[in-house]
């Protein structure tokens, strides 16, 4: 069983080091087709180009975890990671942040947001799991409403108002009557 273990665990570190000379060999390639002898068609994107295909792949993923379809979902995690890459060499060449400048900052925040992980922290609870990262997040960004931070672009304006604040628990309407009126109410005040 111990053995087992141990074959496993030298897999998974294997895996993690082969993941990172892919994503160093993805950052390469998207170098290359954003270069002066690259594609005229990668050339010519910029951030607001790439966002439409961007979101076109997360709904892609979302699809394939719908459907339970894990090859599918493979391919469309690509993809994301792909764009992700492909936004960041725009802003690379804008010299704004690099795709290493993001990673660093994913990397903190996990780090910051799971102080019972990686801090002397005891928390016993998901619920006080997700209490925390809230009180992370908004210490780390100045918010006064649970509406602030939601992206305007968002469909999912209902699911993260609910999972910010459980008071909003108390309406008698089923979800979908709740959530379409409230997306409603929203996208008024917004507009």
């Not at 910051?112 to 006080?128: C, D, G, L, N, W």
């Amino acid at each position: 069983m111990i053995f087992h273990g141990i074959i496993q665990w030298g897999r998974e570190m294997r895996d993690t080091k082969n993941a990172g000379k892919k994503f160093e060999q993805l950052v390469e390639i998207l170098d290359n087709l954003r270069s002066e002898k690259g594609c005229p068609w990668d050339r010519e994107q910029d951030e607001k180009s790439i966002a439409n295909y961007f979101l076109e792949e997360v709904y892609e993923a979302i699809d394939a975890i719908s459907a339970g379809d894990a090859r599918s979902l493979a391919e469309e995690l690509g993809d994301v990671i792909m764009e992700v890459v492909f936004l960041a060499r725009i802003f690379k060449e804008k010299e704004k942040f690099s795709i290493s400048d993001v990673l660093e900052g994913i990397n903190q925040k996990m780090i910051r947001r799971h102080p019972h992980v990686f801090a002397q922290k005891y928390i016993r609870t998901s619920e006080k799991v997700i209490d925390e990262w809230y009180r992370q997040k908004k210490k780390e960004k100045a918010r006064q409403s649970i509406l602030d931070g939601l992206a305007k672009s968002s469909p999912s304006h209902i699911s993260s108002i609910s999972s910010r604040d459980t008071s909003l628990s108390f309406f008698p309407f089923s979800s979908n009557f709740f959530s379409m009126n409230l997306n409603l109410f929203i996208n008024f005040l917004l507009a």
